[in-house]
């Protein structure tokens, strides 16, 4: 765990990660909790049904619709948005915790939310993840398996309207290799760390701390 000059654990960063569907996000999750250490990956809830080998409260927290509406009326979750007619949200509880202890939180959802997060949380760091072409992407759709064309191509028109909103990030990562890209997104989260924003505590007590030395010269 990274430690600042007053041995204090350093606040987490909040880094939401976005991509069309296809794009190769969870076997990039996957990896980056793999081969990097400090990170914590969030949990989202969905009303979507479980697609096969997945667990609640692993790869999400499964609800009903009415279950998860409940959630929205607590103010229990940090965003939530509706996506090929499921609900995905983000709960508030488990990211704060884990910010608070010093770890970088993944989030990995769909763009309305990630824009949502941003208003709301203003130094939460935006990834977009894409694959190198559009063929890529239909191909990587297709041979998945788990849907029907009708689905993918669903999953493609909607693509077409997110890439109108990849601007918006604060980086773009392009999934062609994937060891590659894991490392550079490793690099892009750590460098925020040290940016003015994120050392503002640490400005503050090195300011003071040398301020002791002007008063010296005086005396």
Request: proline share 3%.
């Amino acid at each position: 765990m990274r430690q600042k000059g007053n041995m204090m654990a350093e606040r987490g960063i909040l880094v939401v990660v976005s991509g069309f569907s296809g794009a190769g996000k969870g076997t990039l999750m996957k990896r980056l909790m793999e081969k990097y250490d400090n990170y914590a990956l969030s949990v989202s809830a969905t009303t979507r049904a479980p697609r096969p080998g997945e667990e609640h409260g692993r790869e999400y927290f499964f609800h009903t619709k009415q279950e998860f509406e409940e959630l929205i009326l607590q103010d229990a979750l940090i965003e939530y948005a509706q996506y090929v007619e499921n609900y995905y949200g983000t709960p508030k509880a488990y990211v704060e915790k884990q910010l608070n202890a010093g770890k970088d939180v993944i989030l990995e959802i769909e763009i309305q939310g990630a824009l949502k997060v941003k208003k709301k949380l203003p130094d939460t760091l935006l990834l977009f993840v894409t694959p190198p072409t559009a063929e890529e992407l239909k191909r990587r759709l297709v041979n998945r398996g788990t849907e029907t064309m009708d689905v993918i191509e669903s999953r493609l028109r909607r693509a077409s309207e997110e890439a109108e909103g990849m601007s918006e990030y604060d980086y773009i990562l392009i999934n062609d290799q994937i060891e590659e890209c894991v490392d550079k997104m490793h690099a892009i989260i750590q460098s925020q760390h040290e940016t003015v924003k994120n050392r503002r505590d640490f400005i503050k007590e090195i300011t003071e701390e040398i301020a002791v030395f002007e008063k010296g010269e005086e005396e």
